[in-house]
Protein backbone atom coordinates (compact mmCIF):
# COMPACT_ATOMS: atom_id res chain seq x y z
CA UNK A 1 0.00 0.00 0.00
CA UNK A 2 1.35 3.50 -0.82
CA UNK A 3 0.94 6.09 1.61
CA UNK A 4 0.72 9.72 0.95
CA UNK A 5 0.82 12.78 3.42
CA UNK A 6 -0.28 15.95 2.11
CA UNK A 7 -1.20 19.32 3.72
CA UNK A 8 -3.73 21.75 2.26
CA UNK A 9 -5.77 25.10 3.19
CA UNK A 10 -8.74 26.16 3.76
CA UNK A 11 -9.84 29.69 2.69
CA UNK A 12 -13.33 31.51 2.93
CA UNK A 13 -13.77 35.17 2.20
CA UNK A 14 -16.42 37.59 1.29
CA UNK A 15 -16.86 38.63 -2.13
CA UNK A 16 -19.05 41.81 -2.66
CA UNK A 17 -20.83 40.37 0.76
CA UNK A 18 -20.91 36.58 -0.47
CA UNK A 19 -19.04 33.83 0.94
CA UNK A 20 -16.93 31.69 -0.74
CA UNK A 21 -14.33 29.56 -0.79
CA UNK A 22 -11.00 29.13 -2.04
CA UNK A 23 -10.14 26.07 -4.62
CA UNK A 24 -7.74 25.07 -7.41
CA UNK A 25 -8.82 22.83 -10.55
CA UNK A 26 -7.12 19.58 -11.25
CA UNK A 27 -5.20 18.45 -14.18
CA UNK A 28 -3.72 15.00 -15.58
CA UNK A 29 -5.61 11.68 -14.92
CA UNK A 30 -8.47 14.28 -12.89
CA UNK A 31 -7.93 17.06 -15.27
CA UNK A 32 -11.52 19.58 -14.62
CA UNK A 33 -12.52 18.38 -11.03
CA UNK A 34 -11.97 21.35 -8.36
CA UNK A 35 -9.92 20.48 -5.12
CA UNK A 36 -8.44 22.42 -1.89
CA UNK A 37 -5.61 24.41 -2.39
CA UNK A 38 -2.62 21.79 -1.27
CA UNK A 39 -0.27 18.75 -1.62
CA UNK A 40 2.14 16.49 -0.20
CA UNK A 41 4.58 16.97 2.29
CA UNK A 42 8.48 17.47 0.67
CA UNK A 43 10.76 14.72 3.05
CA UNK A 44 11.19 16.73 6.53
CA UNK A 45 9.10 19.56 5.51
CA UNK A 46 6.61 20.83 8.18
CA UNK A 47 2.86 19.94 7.15
CA UNK A 48 2.40 23.38 7.89
CA UNK A 49 4.72 24.91 5.87
CA UNK A 50 3.97 22.58 3.48
CA UNK A 51 -0.02 23.88 3.27
CA UNK A 52 1.28 27.50 2.74
CA UNK A 53 4.05 26.68 0.09
CA UNK A 54 1.25 24.97 -1.90
CA UNK A 55 -1.43 27.64 -1.68
CA UNK A 56 1.37 29.78 -3.21
CA UNK A 57 2.16 27.43 -5.76
CA UNK A 58 -1.49 26.64 -6.32
CA UNK A 59 -2.97 29.76 -6.25
CA UNK A 60 -0.22 32.45 -6.17
CA UNK A 61 -1.86 34.08 -2.83
CA UNK A 62 0.14 34.31 0.52
CA UNK A 63 -1.67 32.52 3.59
CA UNK A 64 -1.46 32.65 7.13
CA UNK A 65 -2.60 29.55 8.36
CA UNK A 66 -5.15 30.20 11.62
CA UNK A 67 -4.92 26.97 12.68
CA UNK A 68 -5.74 22.85 12.33
CA UNK A 69 -9.11 22.49 11.03
CA UNK A 70 -9.22 18.63 11.46
CA UNK A 71 -7.24 15.29 9.81
CA UNK A 72 -8.56 12.96 7.68
CA UNK A 73 -7.07 9.40 6.24
CA UNK A 74 -8.99 7.47 3.26
CA UNK A 75 -7.75 4.36 1.91
CA UNK A 76 -8.48 3.86 -2.01
CA UNK A 77 -8.43 0.70 -3.55
CA UNK A 78 -5.93 0.37 -6.73
CA UNK A 79 -8.80 -0.02 -9.54
CA UNK A 80 -10.27 3.49 -7.78
CA UNK A 81 -7.70 5.10 -8.21
CA UNK A 82 -7.12 7.82 -10.63
CA UNK A 83 -3.97 6.67 -12.07
CA UNK A 84 -4.97 2.40 -11.58
CA UNK A 85 -1.96 1.11 -10.00
CA UNK A 86 -1.65 -2.39 -8.33
CA UNK A 87 -1.73 -0.57 -5.14
CA UNK A 88 -3.83 0.44 -2.81
CA UNK A 89 -3.55 4.03 -1.35
CA UNK A 90 -3.68 5.57 2.25
CA UNK A 91 -3.90 9.35 1.62
CA UNK A 92 -3.56 11.32 5.03
CA UNK A 93 -4.84 14.44 4.81
CA UNK A 94 -4.06 17.73 6.98
CA UNK A 95 -6.39 20.69 6.74
CA UNK A 96 -5.65 24.04 7.86
CA UNK A 97 -7.71 26.96 8.41
CA UNK A 98 -6.25 30.31 6.68
CA UNK A 99 -6.45 33.59 5.32
CA UNK A 100 -4.81 35.47 2.59
CA UNK A 101 -2.42 37.84 3.33
CA UNK A 102 -1.08 39.24 -0.22
CA UNK A 103 -0.25 38.09 -3.43
CA UNK A 104 -2.48 38.14 -6.72
CA UNK A 105 -5.02 35.22 -7.79
CA UNK A 106 -3.01 33.19 -10.39
CA UNK A 107 -3.26 29.35 -11.56
CA UNK A 108 0.04 27.05 -11.19
CA UNK A 109 2.41 26.66 -13.84
CA UNK A 110 3.41 23.26 -15.44
CA UNK A 111 2.16 21.71 -12.39
CA UNK A 112 -1.07 19.28 -10.82
CA UNK A 113 -3.41 22.05 -11.33
CA UNK A 114 -4.18 24.61 -13.91
CA UNK A 115 -6.94 27.24 -12.38
CA UNK A 116 -7.46 28.76 -9.17
CA UNK A 117 -10.52 30.82 -8.06
CA UNK A 118 -13.06 32.13 -5.45
CA UNK A 119 -16.05 30.04 -5.98
CA UNK A 120 -18.89 31.56 -3.83
CA UNK A 121 -20.20 28.72 -1.39
CA UNK A 122 -23.83 28.28 -3.20
CA UNK A 123 -21.65 27.40 -6.27
CA UNK A 124 -20.04 24.70 -5.04
CA UNK A 125 -22.42 21.69 -4.95
CA UNK A 126 -22.13 22.39 -9.52
CA UNK A 127 -18.93 21.87 -9.70
CA UNK A 128 -17.23 18.56 -10.07
CA UNK A 129 -14.71 18.18 -7.42
CA UNK A 130 -12.82 15.59 -5.37
CA UNK A 131 -13.86 14.38 -2.03
CA UNK A 132 -11.76 16.39 -0.18
CA UNK A 133 -13.50 19.39 -1.04
CA UNK A 134 -16.80 18.08 0.92
CA UNK A 135 -14.80 16.63 4.36
CA UNK A 136 -13.11 20.28 4.40
CA UNK A 137 -17.27 21.65 4.28
CA UNK A 138 -17.94 18.69 6.81
CA UNK A 139 -15.18 19.93 8.88
CA UNK A 140 -15.84 23.68 9.19
CA UNK A 141 -19.15 23.01 10.11
CA UNK A 142 -22.73 25.08 9.43
CA UNK A 143 -20.76 28.05 8.19
CA UNK A 144 -19.73 26.28 4.97
CA UNK A 145 -22.61 23.72 3.57
CA UNK A 146 -22.67 20.77 2.92
CA UNK A 147 -25.38 17.91 1.07
CA UNK A 148 -26.65 15.90 3.82
CA UNK A 149 -24.91 12.68 4.37
CA UNK A 150 -23.58 12.80 7.50
CA UNK A 151 -19.82 13.04 8.61
CA UNK A 152 -17.25 10.09 7.85
CA UNK A 153 -16.05 8.57 10.84
CA UNK A 154 -12.34 9.17 8.99
CA UNK A 155 -12.94 12.71 10.09
CA UNK A 156 -11.44 14.03 13.18
CA UNK A 157 -11.64 17.88 14.01
CA UNK A 158 -9.10 19.39 16.21
CA UNK A 159 -12.08 21.18 18.61
CA UNK A 160 -13.26 19.54 20.78
CA UNK A 161 -16.74 19.52 21.21
CA UNK A 162 -18.25 22.41 23.92
CA UNK A 163 -17.87 21.95 27.73
CA UNK A 164 -21.14 21.91 29.03
CA UNK A 165 -19.38 23.40 32.41
CA UNK A 166 -18.63 27.15 32.37
CA UNK A 167 -15.15 27.54 33.22
CA UNK A 168 -14.12 30.06 35.30
CA UNK A 169 -15.51 33.79 33.98
CA UNK A 170 -13.04 36.27 33.09
CA UNK A 171 -14.27 39.57 34.90
CA UNK A 172 -11.39 42.49 34.53
CA UNK A 173 -11.01 44.97 36.55
CA UNK A 174 -12.33 48.57 35.47
CA UNK A 175 -11.38 50.26 32.90
CA UNK A 176 -8.27 51.96 33.58
CA UNK A 177 -8.52 55.64 33.60
CA UNK A 178 -5.92 56.15 30.87
CA UNK A 179 -7.87 58.76 28.39
CA UNK A 180 -7.51 58.03 24.92
CA UNK A 181 -5.16 60.32 23.04
CA UNK A 182 -7.33 62.07 20.68
CA UNK A 183 -4.04 64.41 19.57
CA UNK A 184 -2.07 60.94 18.55
CA UNK A 185 -5.21 59.45 16.69
CA UNK A 186 -5.51 62.48 14.94
CA UNK A 187 -2.26 62.38 13.71
CA UNK A 188 -2.41 58.42 12.65
CA UNK A 189 -5.51 59.88 10.70
CA UNK A 190 -3.26 62.70 8.85
CA UNK A 191 -0.71 59.75 8.29
CA UNK A 192 -3.53 57.43 6.83
CA UNK A 193 -5.20 59.94 4.50
CA UNK A 194 -1.39 61.60 3.22
CA UNK A 195 -1.13 58.06 1.70
CA UNK A 196 -4.84 56.91 0.94
CA UNK A 197 -6.05 60.44 -0.52
CA UNK A 198 -9.53 59.24 -0.84
CA UNK A 199 -10.52 58.89 2.36
CA UNK A 200 -9.61 63.07 2.92
CA UNK A 201 -12.76 64.14 4.44
CA UNK A 202 -14.00 61.37 6.15
CA UNK A 203 -15.35 60.64 9.89
CA UNK A 204 -13.63 58.70 12.25
CA UNK A 205 -13.88 58.07 15.60
CA UNK A 206 -11.31 56.93 18.18
CA UNK A 207 -12.20 53.98 20.63
CA UNK A 208 -10.69 51.14 22.19
CA UNK A 209 -11.98 47.27 23.08
CA UNK A 210 -12.89 46.00 25.82
CA UNK A 211 -14.16 47.73 29.12
CA UNK A 212 -10.22 47.44 31.15
CA UNK A 213 -6.81 48.15 29.60
CA UNK A 214 -6.43 44.27 30.08
CA UNK A 215 -8.75 43.34 27.94
CA UNK A 216 -8.05 46.23 25.22
CA UNK A 217 -5.14 45.21 24.94
CA UNK A 218 -5.40 41.39 24.89
CA UNK A 219 -7.97 42.38 21.89
CA UNK A 220 -6.05 44.54 19.96
CA UNK A 221 -2.99 41.99 19.92
CA UNK A 222 -5.60 39.75 18.33
CA UNK A 223 -6.69 41.79 15.41
CA UNK A 224 -3.05 43.04 14.85
CA UNK A 225 -2.36 39.13 14.13
CA UNK A 226 -4.55 39.37 11.59
CA UNK A 227 -6.78 36.83 14.05
CA UNK A 228 -9.34 38.81 14.50
CA UNK A 229 -11.38 40.69 12.29
CA UNK A 230 -15.29 41.27 14.17
CA UNK A 231 -16.51 42.67 16.77
CA UNK A 232 -19.90 43.02 18.55
CA UNK A 233 -20.97 46.04 20.24
CA UNK A 234 -24.88 46.65 21.66
CA UNK A 235 -27.04 49.44 20.23
CA UNK A 236 -27.48 50.72 23.46
CA UNK A 237 -23.65 51.42 23.99
CA UNK A 238 -23.40 53.53 21.16
CA UNK A 239 -26.57 55.47 22.14
CA UNK A 240 -24.99 55.86 25.79
CA UNK A 241 -21.63 57.44 24.20
CA UNK A 242 -24.04 59.57 22.06
CA UNK A 243 -22.22 57.58 18.90
CA UNK A 244 -23.66 57.39 15.84
CA UNK A 245 -23.94 53.58 14.84
CA UNK A 246 -21.16 52.84 12.21
CA UNK A 247 -21.60 52.25 8.12
CA UNK A 248 -19.50 50.27 6.03
CA UNK A 249 -16.90 52.24 4.62
CA UNK A 250 -16.45 54.46 7.69
CA UNK A 251 -12.80 54.48 9.47
CA UNK A 252 -12.17 54.05 13.46
CA UNK A 253 -8.68 54.50 15.37
CA UNK A 254 -8.64 51.61 17.64
CA UNK A 255 -6.46 52.58 20.80
CA UNK A 256 -4.48 50.29 23.23
CA UNK A 257 -5.29 50.37 27.08
CA UNK A 258 -3.25 53.19 27.47
CA UNK A 259 -4.87 55.31 25.33
CA UNK A 260 -2.08 55.23 22.18
CA UNK A 261 -3.63 54.44 18.72
CA UNK A 262 -2.23 51.72 17.60
CA UNK A 263 -4.36 51.09 13.90
CA UNK A 264 -6.72 52.33 11.89
CA UNK A 265 -10.10 50.20 10.79
CA UNK A 266 -12.55 50.23 8.26
CA UNK A 267 -15.66 48.74 8.52
CA UNK A 268 -16.29 46.72 5.75
CA UNK A 269 -19.52 44.95 6.99
CA UNK A 270 -22.50 45.51 9.53
CA UNK A 271 -25.93 44.09 10.50
CA UNK A 272 -27.66 44.06 13.25
CA UNK A 273 -28.89 40.65 15.03
CA UNK A 274 -29.93 39.77 18.89
CA UNK A 275 -28.00 37.23 20.54
CA UNK A 276 -29.68 34.14 19.41
CA UNK A 277 -29.20 35.20 15.81
CA UNK A 278 -25.19 35.13 15.76
CA UNK A 279 -23.77 32.58 13.99
CA UNK A 280 -20.64 30.13 14.34
CA UNK A 281 -18.96 32.21 11.30
CA UNK A 282 -19.26 35.36 13.33
CA UNK A 283 -18.06 34.07 16.26
CA UNK A 284 -14.58 32.33 14.48
CA UNK A 285 -14.29 35.81 12.64
CA UNK A 286 -14.57 37.34 16.15
CA UNK A 287 -11.29 35.39 16.69
CA UNK A 288 -11.96 35.34 20.50
CA UNK A 289 -10.94 32.19 22.70
CA UNK A 290 -11.69 29.17 21.09
CA UNK A 291 -13.62 30.78 18.15
CA UNK A 292 -16.47 28.49 18.95
CA UNK A 293 -20.22 30.03 19.23
CA UNK A 294 -20.26 28.03 22.17
CA UNK A 295 -17.61 30.09 23.84
CA UNK A 296 -18.74 33.45 22.12
CA UNK A 297 -22.05 33.23 23.72
CA UNK A 298 -20.43 32.58 27.36
CA UNK A 299 -17.85 35.60 27.11
CA UNK A 300 -20.26 37.69 25.76
CA UNK A 301 -22.93 37.01 28.01
CA UNK A 302 -20.59 38.13 30.50
CA UNK A 303 -19.46 41.16 29.21
CA UNK A 304 -22.91 42.21 28.40
CA UNK A 305 -24.10 41.56 31.48
CA UNK A 306 -21.39 43.34 33.25
CA UNK A 307 -21.17 46.59 31.41
CA UNK A 308 -24.94 47.23 30.99
CA UNK A 309 -25.36 46.85 34.95
CA UNK A 310 -22.47 49.63 35.00
CA UNK A 311 -24.94 51.47 33.46
CA UNK A 312 -27.32 51.11 35.38
CA UNK A 313 -29.63 48.85 33.30
CA UNK A 314 -30.26 44.96 32.48
CA UNK A 315 -28.87 43.14 29.56
CA UNK A 316 -31.33 41.01 27.60
CA UNK A 317 -30.83 38.68 24.77
CA UNK A 318 -33.27 41.05 22.81
CA UNK A 319 -31.22 43.70 23.17
CA UNK A 320 -29.70 44.63 19.46
CA UNK A 321 -26.75 44.51 18.51
CA UNK A 322 -23.84 45.88 15.90
CA UNK A 323 -22.06 42.70 14.39
CA UNK A 324 -19.14 44.27 12.16
CA UNK A 325 -16.61 43.16 10.14
CA UNK A 326 -13.72 45.19 9.57
CA UNK A 327 -9.83 45.54 7.56
CA UNK A 328 -7.05 46.69 9.21
CA UNK A 329 -5.95 49.36 6.90
CA UNK A 330 -3.24 51.35 8.66
CA UNK A 331 -0.14 51.41 9.61
CA UNK A 332 1.22 49.12 6.44
CA UNK A 333 2.80 46.19 8.51
CA UNK A 334 -0.42 45.61 10.33
CA UNK A 335 -2.58 45.97 6.82
CA UNK A 336 -1.06 44.09 5.22
CA UNK A 337 -0.64 41.07 8.37
CA UNK A 338 -4.57 41.55 8.59
CA UNK A 339 -5.68 41.51 5.44
CA UNK A 340 -8.66 38.86 4.79
Not at 291 to 298: D, P
Request: charged share 25%; with cysteine; hydrophobic share 45%.
Amino acid sequence: MQTRVAAYVVVLDQVGGVPHLLLARLNGAAAGRWTLPGGGIDPGEDPADAAVREAREETGLDVVLDGLLGVDSLVVPAEERFNPTSEDAHGIRLLYRAHVVGGVLAPEADGSTDAAAWVPLAEVDALARVELVDVARRMAGPAVPVPSGGTPAHVLPDRPAPDTADPAPRDPAPLDPAPLDHAAAAAMWADYVAAHPHAAGDEYVVDRFGDSAALSDELLAVVLSGRKRATAELVSEFAARAERLPRIGSHWVACDGAGRPRAVLRSTELRIATFGQVDERFAYDEGEDDRTLASWRREHRRYWERTVARRGGTWSEDDEIVLERFSVVWPPEHAAAAAP
